[in-house]
Structure formats: structure tokens, C-alpha cells
């Protein structure tokens, strides 16, 4: 039993003396750091021409001063700051002396319509007798003269009563289009005349940028043209909607108008244009998120053979809202690093990401 004790204690000792061993050699072996994930995109040959930036700003399609038809007190009037949808009330003005001459208006067209009745009875009258040489002819002629008088008062006193109509239709000054009341010209109780402003209203869905642009660069701008406009940190491509062929002769200024896709920006906003000052060019470009500015220097890391960095020195040139212009140690196909190039260095080994 002694003998068989002291073996197994000489086999348990080496077994401990192993797994010491190995975890110490385990222990000294150097790691190696794990590789930065990145991704990456290829620079790659763009029609790009440099540019010029000039200011814009968000105007609304329907910025309209409201006006009266018809002078009247005012009943009501929205705040400003209310919506109001198209063809609902803005303002009500008062309808009771429009309806007062509705009524005298209606009453004028029943009165010729009976005399025109009695001429008319009174004509066919006299038709008969003339026929029968009962009557001379000039009586008539007097007759139907004096029916066709009165078809024509008729006429007018219709066509009053249509005015009325319109007016009182009118003095109820409803939203041309769905939008928001930001003035007002007039308060509840005020006296306006025909013509008068009541409120400014502005429609916010139906938005664009206004671009004054210099004349000399009309040339290189044609209607549907993607330009780049920038807001802070935004930056979109966009088309051209119009360009106003007319220029200022005093500012030699012309102006272009540019969508402003789903309303991006809020009327008002003062954004930055992009405007081509030549032709078109084959250029090398690399996405934007590729560049790296830091301490006056811009430069970009590509990934080179053997899956280490590099890091190469850039100028920019042209830019749109996703590619820019470098020149440098670059090529066509090179893969260059748009995400996590921040903290990279020099020959270290990264993991490109697949493309999201």
C-alpha cells in the first residue's frame, strides 16, 4: 500500500509540474494586438468640375399677402401661428349689408320680370291687331321696343344679384392653398376697404432654394442639373428646377431655383450652393468620409498588400455631396479606408468590414 501511495503522489506531482509549465510558457509568448476593423471603398474616376459656393435661402412656393374683395368690418380673423387647411376661413368679414342688397337686388328681378310679362302679353296683343290693320304700325314697334328694354334691365339686375353673390361668397377670405397664417394686417372690428391686406400666409410643403447666381456661370448650368447644397453639416445633391434667364443689370446677378427634396430645410434657412465654374472633368475621387484633416494636413489611409495601411498625403479639388477631388499617391481601384481611419497608423494590419 505504501509503495502504491508513493506512486500515485510521483504522478500527481508531475501532472501539477506540467500544467504549471505550460501555463508559464503560455504566459511568456507574446500576443499579437487584434486587427482594426475598417471599411473601405474604391477611388475611382468621376465627371466633376470645380465649383463655386454662392448663398441661397428656403423660400415657399405660395407666400401670399391675403387681400379683401369687398369692403366691411372684420368678424374674425386666425391667429398667427394657425394652420389652416385650403379652403377653410383665414378671415369673415361682416355680410349684413351685402345681404340687405341681395334682397333688394332679388326683389328688382321679380319686379321687370312682371313687366316684362305684361310687354310680353301686351306684344302678342298687338300682333294680332296689326295684322288685322287695327293698329298702326308704330305702336307696335313701340311695344316691342319697350319689351326688349326691359330683357336687358332684366340682364343688368341679374348680373347684380351674381356681384352680390360673389361678394358675400368672397367675404369669407379662404386659404388658397393648405398652409400657416405668420401675419396679420388687420384685428377684429376694423373697417378694411376693397383690396386691403388682412394677413400674409405661407405655405410650408411646397418649399425651394433661391439661388442668385453670377451671369458668367450660367453657361455650365442647364435645367435638371444635381448640384450639392450644404446646410451646417448636411449636404445633399439636388436638380435645378428653373433657371430665370433674365439678369440684373445692376448686380449681374441671375436667378436659379433648386428643389429642396421633401423639404429638407425649413423656409428661411440660408444654405450654401454649389455652382459648376467650368466644364465637366474625368478626376480622381474618393468618398468624402475618406478624408482625414488634421493639424493643416489632409491625407487618407488606403489599404496596401498585405492587408497593412498606408497612409497617403492628398490635395482636394471639386466636390459633390458624397465624392471629392484628390490628388496624390493614388490610384484608380485603390481601396481606401471611409470608416475607423481616425485612430489608424502606418503599416498597422486592419479587417475590412463588408460593405452594409
Do not use: C
Not at 481601396?335 to 481616425?342: A, S
Request: hydrophobic share 40%; net charge positive; charged share 25%.
Amino acid at each position: 500500500m505504501t509503495i502504491q501511495n508513493k506512486s500515485v503522489k510521483f504522478f500527481v506531482s508531475l501532472l501539477i509540474i506540467s500544467i504549471i509549465s505550460t501555463f508559464a510558457q503560455a504566459q511568456s509568448e507574446p500576443k499579437s494586438p487584434p486587427k482594426k476593423k475598417v471599411r473601405v471603398a474604391e477611388a475611382t474616376m468621376t465627371q466633376m468640375a470645380p465649383t463655386l459656393e454662392v448663398p441661397g435661402s428656403v423660400v415657399s412656393l405660395h407666400n401670399s399677402r391675403l387681400a379683401a374683395e369687398t369692403a366691411a368690418t372684420v368678424d374674425w380673423v386666425a391667429e398667427v401661428g394657425t394652420y389652416v387647411e385650403q379652403g377653410k376661413p383665414v378671415v369673415r368679414l361682416n355680410q349684413r349689408l351685402l345681404q340687405l342688397d341681395l334682397v333688394n337686388s332679388e326683389a328688382d328681378i321679380k319686379r321687370i320680370e312682371a313687366r316684362l310679362n305684361f310687354r310680353a302679353k301686351d306684344v302678342k296683343r298687338l300682333t294680332k291687331l296689326l295684322n288685322s290693320q287695327s293698329i298702326p304700325e308704330s305702336r307696335y314697334d313701340e311695344a316691342v321696343s319697350n319689351q326688349a328694354v326691359l330683357e336687358q334691365e332684366l340682364r343688368q339686375a341679374a348680373a347684380r344679384r351674381d356681384r352680390i353673390d360673389y361678394l358675400l361668397e368672397k367675404s369669407i377670405i379662404k386659404a388658397p392653398v393648405s398652409g400657416w397664417v405668420v401675419e396679420r394686417f388687420i384685428s377684429i372690428g376694423e373697417y378694411v376697404q376693397t383690396g386691403s391686406q388682412v394677413v400674409r400666409f405661407v405655405d410650408s410643403q411646397n418649399t425651394e432654394i433661391s439661388v442668385q447666381a453670377p451671369l458668367k456661370l450660367v453657361s455650365n448650368l442647364k435645367q435638371g442639373m444635381e448640384i450639392s447644397v450644404s446646410y451646417g453639416d448636411q449636404i445633399i445633391e439636388t436638380p435645378i428646377r428653373a433657371i430665370i434667364p433674365i439678369g440684373d443689370n445692376v448686380s449681374r446677378m441671375v436667378e436659379i431655383r433648386v428643389e429642396n427634396p421633401e423639404n429638407m430645410w425649413i423656409i428661411g434657412a440660408a444654405v450654401r450652393v454649389s455652382l459648376p465654374k467650368s466644364i465637366a472633368k474625368n478626376v480622381l475621387t474618393v468618398p468624402r468620409d475618406a478624408l482625414i484633416i488634421r493639424a493643416g494636413q489632409s491625407y487618407i489611409y488606403k489599404v496596401a498588400q498585405g492587408g497593412k495601411t498606408e497612409r497617403v498625403n492628398i490635395r482636394t479639388g471639386a466636390s459633390n455631396a458624397t465624392y471629392i477631388e484628390v490628388t496624390g499617391s493614388l490610384s484608380e481601384g485603390d481601396q481606401v479606408i471611409t470608416r475607423g481611419g481616425e485612430t489608424l497608423r502606418p503599416g498597422q494590419d486592419v479587417e475590412i468590414l463588408p460593405t452594409s
